[in-house]
């Protein structure tokens, strides 16, 4: 039969089953029974709200074919570029996108 592996103790564990160290339990033998505390008391973010904020309204107004780095993701893995034209042209047009909405909003740039 194989042997099993024995934690190492101190000898006083042993007789008692517990960590002492001068008759005290050990802060290892304490912290084990400690519970996490709760996060429900912090309040939760909720990701669509907050995307709605970030979202600027009047972009769908002035961006008339709108396109982003998810959507080329989204349709690289489905495989849906026949060629290199194609994703270079949604890559032109995020860039002409974004360009032409910022030159709006901040003229001096």
């Not at 904020?53 to 769908?60: A, R």
């Given at each position: 039969m194989g042997s099993?592996?024995?934690?190492a103790t101190s000898p006083s564990s042993s007789?008692?089953?517990r960590d002492f160290e001068g008759g005290q339990p050990s802060s290892s033998a304490s912290s084990v029974?400690?519970?996490?505390?709760?996060?429900?008391?912090?309040p939760t973010v909720d990701p669509i709200a907050v995307c709605h904020?970030?979202?600027?309204?009047?972009?769908?107004h002035i961006v008339a074919?709108?396109?982003d780095m998810?959507?080329?993701q989204q349709k690289l893995k489905m495989?849906?570029?026949?060629d290199v034209d194609q994703i270079t042209s949604d890559f032109q047009l995020l860039f002409n996108n974004a360009n032409a909405y910022y030159?709006?909003?901040y003229p001096c740039l």
């Open positions: 099993k592996r024995r934690r007789v008692s089953g029974g400690r519970k996490r505390i709760r996060t429900s008391n912090i904020e970030l979202n600027q309204l009047d972009y769908c074919h709108p396109i998810m959507k080329i495989e849906e570029y026949d030159k709006v909003i």
